[in-house]
């Protein structure tokens, strides 16, 4: 056999260059990861459904006391406060409450009519926003609440902004009587029409 058709030459490397094998070995655990681990990206965005977690409700918790705080005829909208120390069984309660007292036609003896004279009731629309600090429970805020978070920021430069005011709501009482398939929505938290919602928020019906 003569030296040409030797396979090995002084001076060339044998086999494959380290650095495509160290490269092969990344792309084959980057195709591991892909393929096999669930990508958050595949996920599809429900928007207010929210955290899975369930809420653990308690049963005896005391009724909460609140106070109406604002109205806002033209938005159909009330502003209440509870106190601080208020735990979400108790909000879920007082939304829960709510309800009851919207089916029984008795909501006005507690809550301002936001629709009076209204042919399907005194709250036919509603939009009902439960704080625990009585400085959000304000007619601006509301309004942020209200616009979304696609409003533009620039629209109102002075008022609460709306990440900051969807975060301080503990609860949030729609009601919308003109949508008879789901006339009641409450929840603990807020979300709004877009699907951006609260970090807290859970949907209570």
């Keep these: 056999m003569s030296e040409n058709q030797d396979p090995y030459e002084e001076g060339k490397r044998a086999g494959a260059h380290p650095l495509l094998v160290v490269f092969g070995i990344l792309l084959g655990l980057w195709l591991f990861v ?118 533009p920021g620039n629209l109102y430069p002075d008022a609460i902004p709306f990440e900051v005011a969807m975060e301080a709501v503990r609860g949030h009482y729609r009601i919308d009587l003109n949508d008879t398939g789901s006339p009641d929505k409450g929840s603990l938290g807020f979300a709004d029409e877009s699907g951006i919602h609260s970090k807290h928020f859970r949907r209570i019906f």
């Design 34 to 151: 892909a393929l096999i681990v669930p990508s958050s990206r595949n996920k599809q965005a429900t928007g207010t459904e929210g955290p899975t977690a369930p809420v653990i409700e308690d049963p005896e918790a005391a009724p909460v006391i609140f106070k109406v705080q604002t109205t806002i005829a033209e938005m159909n909208t009330i502003g209440l406060v509870v106190p601080p120390q208020a735990t979400d069984s108790q909000v879920i309660g007082l939304l829960k409450r709510f309800k009851q007292e919207r089916l029984a036609g008795s909501l006005s003896d507690h809550v301002p009519p936001t629709t009076p004279g209204h042919k399907l009731g005194d709250h036919a629309i509603a939009d009902i926003y439960i704080f625990s600090d009585k400085k959000y429970a304000e007619a601006d805020t509301i309004r942020t609440l209200t616009r979304g978070a696609h409003a």
